[in-house]
């Protein structure tokens, strides 16, 4: 099956606006086993037309998004209404539903808005629940008079329109036009602390011996998102392939982020976790705090770029900073003591490094970085990473590091 | 002139990687007054062909990326040249710039990477500085032969790549075609605190009225970038309204934010900061920190998420606490006292309130926020917030929100 995008959109030309619609609609399919064959993007304007014309003469489904607005260069339901010599009737529907939507918050419907619930004869309305666009779905028979055989979807631009309308309009019909109708899978195994290229060394041969699976690997945000689809039994195979060889940095199966599964482990044993960081200045508590619930399971937190401040907050004796610097596996260990001690938690993580452009020596250079980790029971870890690059990702791969030492500990695995 | 993008990139269909290229050459584009006319993005592949083929015909200028590695779906060089006729000969620069690339790497240079080193005869060579790919620039005369009349520039797909590029060798030679030469200017107002429809009632009237003025506003992490391009005369032109109605909450005027803006102003005064953070958990003294520099300028950081947190650490009365509530002005200008005492730092930022998506009351609903600023010489300031919304909003919208009260602060300005 052929598919494709068009997205209307000055702001998309303009780059104003990065395209993650066209991501995310991607990634939907993909999940069905179905690869986008071409996007388009047009601007804003009666260009519309020529653009999913050409598409529909390519395409077996033709996705379209943006244009279905209330102002002038809004011009994608027309467009197609004529491409296809339709004429446009009143839909009661859609203008009962602009009226609830407009009285809820007090305010008239406008002309401009009336023109929404115009509708070409023969399309099918996809309610809106999140704006006032509906959108249109035109059936593959009302393609014929041009000669062409594509199911076309008009879709609102705003995301949070438009997502809904694909999970629950286009992706059922979809569903029922492919050939092994609904007995696709897609499972996510989210990997973190292996490269691309080893997981792709320890796995892709065997993998590639499965009938039938769709194999692609996604790097994000330092981890890479291990995607096997396929048909059930395939896809099964598969997992145990991954779980055998990747076994224990397999983070998540569900997509979730490495702070999601360390707040929920937490909040799970009633345990309590502090931070104490010097050059992540503040994202292990940040990237915590960004869960729903980290209040549960982070209080207390220190950001300790000066050397006092590690003295002074948590307890680190300035004789040891002197004697192996702040960036060192002593240091490391006393500030996740220290934090540890003065919180009362179950676990400290602490930082210390450097992040750069500046401050790297010849022993230790700019992306060096100790990680300690003190627990209320047991003995205190400690892991030297070496982390060069911008220090966007120096600090992002060293949390991820610092938040995969928890993860493990709390498995009672070995840290890597 | 009219200017497409052609994107190669299965990974692009697939959705697991943005198009951030696109955006990025659109608003380059956009500051030199051209707005790209339509984007095509096929998968890896022959396809590359019919894309470039098509665009080549409708457009003046054809900026095509990705397909240029040495895989054997990388057929974008082979492709173009077969389309325009071209043969093809090895270019003893390429295979020079080959060979020092990867004997520093101590590695020999594979088959496969050798064929980069083949170019389509008539073509310029642009040097890739962070890759081995080249870039490759046909132009117009060699389309003649298809009847067509348009420059084509072939980029490598990886941003640290194509960006060098794009603004050494490809903008220059766009910059020589434009009928206004060198002439036209782009100017970024990044305003804070302000929404884009009160930004709009504010200056829209009046920058309408200069002639050759092109207008554009931008939302980028809850500020608006507010573009003007054009003649020099018009931008200047413009610059003085806006600056006369948005004055004190400009935060800069090359495109720095809030926290490059706040880093390079401490450090010019040798000040320092202290964070103290509830319901932001870290976001501030992250922000802080993602600017280089900022071990100059921020020395001590508290997450004090838990009352006991607040209380043991910034000195905060539990009584306060008790009687208040942990969201009031009252613990928040305690918190950021008790930071400025407890760290002999110049300013202390505090923030609590309550993140969501639980907690909230109905005299204290989610998105409430107190925001504390205390200062070695002078009185403490607090602001009370309302950022309703999800929790990465929230923390974003807050942080700027106190970042921006410490702007103000610095600059003897009352606080918005």
């Known amino acids: 099956m052929k598919v494709e995008l068009v997205n209307t959109g000055t702001e998309l030309l303009l780059g104003d606006t990065i395209n993650t619609n066209a991501a995310w609609i991607g ?3 993909a999940a069905l086993g179905i690869q986008v064959s071409r996007q388009t993007i047009v601007p804003d304007g009666a260009v519309i037309r020529t653009a999913i014309s050409e598409a529909a003469q390519r395409a077996d489904v ?3 998004s943006g244009g279905l607005g209330p ?3 809004d011009l994608t339901r027309e467009s197609t209404a004529e491409l296809l010599g339709l004429g446009m009737e009143l839909n009661a529907e859609v203008m009962q539903h602009l009226n609830d939507y407009f009285s809820k918050r007090g305010k008239p419907v ?7 619930a115009m509708v070409p004869h023969g399309t099918v309305v996809m309610p809106n629940l999140f704006g006032t666009a509906p959108g249109l779905y035109f059936p593959a028979e009302l393609s014929a008079s041009q000669g062409w055989n594509a199911h076309i979807f008009l879709l609102p631009g705003p ?6 309308m694909v999970e629950s309009q286009v992706e059922p019909r979809l ?3 492919l050939p092994d109708g609904m007995s696709r899978r897609v499972l996510y195994l989210k990997v973190t602390g292996v490269g691309e290229s080893d997981i792709v060394e320890a796995v892709e041969k065997q993998l590639e011996a499965i009938p039938g699976l769709d194999l692609g690997y996604c790097i994000r945000n330092g981890d ?3 995607r096997l689809a396929g048909p059930q039994v ?3 195979e598969a997992a145990v392939i991954v779980r055998a060889a990747l076994g224990d940095c397999i983070v998540s199966e569900d997509r979730r982020i490495i702070e999601e599964v360390i707040v929920q482990m937490l909040s799970d044993r009633g345990e309590w976790l502090a931070t104490a960081e010097s050059c992540t200045g503040g994202t292990i508590a940040n990237r915590i705090t960004d869960v729903s619930g980290a209040s549960r399971v982070l209080g207390h937190g220190w950001v300790t770029y000066a050397n006092e401040a590690k003295h002074q907050h948590l307890g680190v004796p300035m004789e040891l900073i002197e004697a192996h610097g702040a960036v060192s596996e002593e240091v490391a260990r006393a500030m996740a003591e220290g934090a540890l001690k003065h919180s009362g938690a179950d676990y400290a993580l602490s930082v210390t490094g450097i992040a750069g452009p500046s401050g790297g020596t010849p022993e230790k250079p700019v992306g060096t970085v100790w990680i300690g980790l003190a627990a209320k029971n047991g003995e205190t870890w400690a892991q030297k990473k070496f982390s060069p690059g911008s220090r966007d990702r120096f600090k992002l791969l060293t949390s991820q590091a610092a938040l995969d030492m928890l993860r493990r500990r709390m498995l009672g695995i070995q840290p890597r």
Chains 1, 2 share one sequence.
Do not use: G, I, Y
Not at 159 to 164: N, T
């Open 71 to 73: 102002t002038n260069d």
């Open 224 to 226: 890479v998102d291990v």
């Open 27 to 29: 990634q939907r399919l």
């Open 159 to 164: 995301p949070r329109e438009l997502k809904p």
């Open 62 to 64: 033709v996705l379209v």
């Open 110 to 116: 406008s002309l401009a808005t009336q023109r929404q």
């Open 175 to 177: 569903r029922t036009w």
């Open 234 to 236: 395939a896809v099964d």
